[in-house]
T-cell receptor
């Protein structure tokens, strides 16, 4: 079945550092790809998405490019802030009869120190 | 203002009890979901309803029964609770279609004593 693999965490960086969180996927078709973020005590929020190969999703300084040839969707940010501390989830979606089945990676906990 | 709201936020109960979690969305979405997040933060889909019809039913014990009285509500009833049911349960909603983002509630933390 479809699956998503993220880099193991936790990841700890200093403020203004460059961030990369790796994500690769296995899928039979051409899924849409997402990054969701979960702040402590909250539900997941969509961070960005890409729906086809070579699309770049971006939001709040974060970017990720849908790479079909390497089946990857790595998350990057040029200069992180303390407020970026959260758990980040990479996910792919399968359309199942109108519903969207999200398959998540295991999540990567990011901590940014001032 | 809350887009997807779940109640209760915390649920502490004993093994063997029956409990329900309620979910409501005011976004006009036609599809709703239940997810389970375990202690290691791993998220897995349990159920999905599209226009009140059950569409996704993952490998979940039949002690778990979702009910969708209308498109804006999806409740989760759990019978004979077990220790392994302790987790955070998230409700979400979206428009139909594979590339539509899902909107999540803040979760219900279920603790079984």
């Amino acid at each position: 079945g479809d699956s998503v693999t993220q880099m193991e965490g936790p990841v700890t960086l200093s403020e203004e550092a460059f961030l990369t969180i790796n994500c690769t996927y296995t899928a039979t078709g051409y899924p849409s790809l997402f990054w969701y973020v979960q702040y402590p005590g909250e539900g997941l929020q969509l961070l960005l998405k890409a729906t086809k190969a070579d699309d770049k999703g971006s939001n709040k300084g974060f970017e990720a490019t849908y790479r079909k040839e390497t089946t990857s969707f790595h998350l990057e940010k040029g200069s992180v802030q303390v407020s970026d501390s959260a758990v980040y989830f990479c996910a792919l979606s399968d359309d199942v009869g109108g519903a969207q089945k999200l398959v998540f990676g295991q999540g990567t906990r990011l901590t940014i120190n001032p | 203002d809350t887009a997807v709201s779940q109640t209760p936020k915390y649920l502490v109960t004993q093994m063997g009890n029956d409990k329900s979690i309620k979910c409501e969305q005011n976004l006009g979405h036609d599809t709703m979901y239940w997810y389970k997040q375990d202690s290691k933060k791993f998220l897995k889909i349990m159920f999905s309803y599209n226009n009140k019809e059950l569409i996704i039913n993952e490998t979940v014990p039949n002690r778990f029964s979702p009910k969708s009285p209308d498109k804006a509500h999806l409740n989760l009833h759990i019978n004979s609770l077990e220790l392994g049911d302790s987790a955070v349960y998230f409700c979400a909603s979206s428009h139909s279609g594979g590339n539509q983002p899902q909107h999540f509630g803040d979760g219900t933390r279920l603790s079984i004593l």
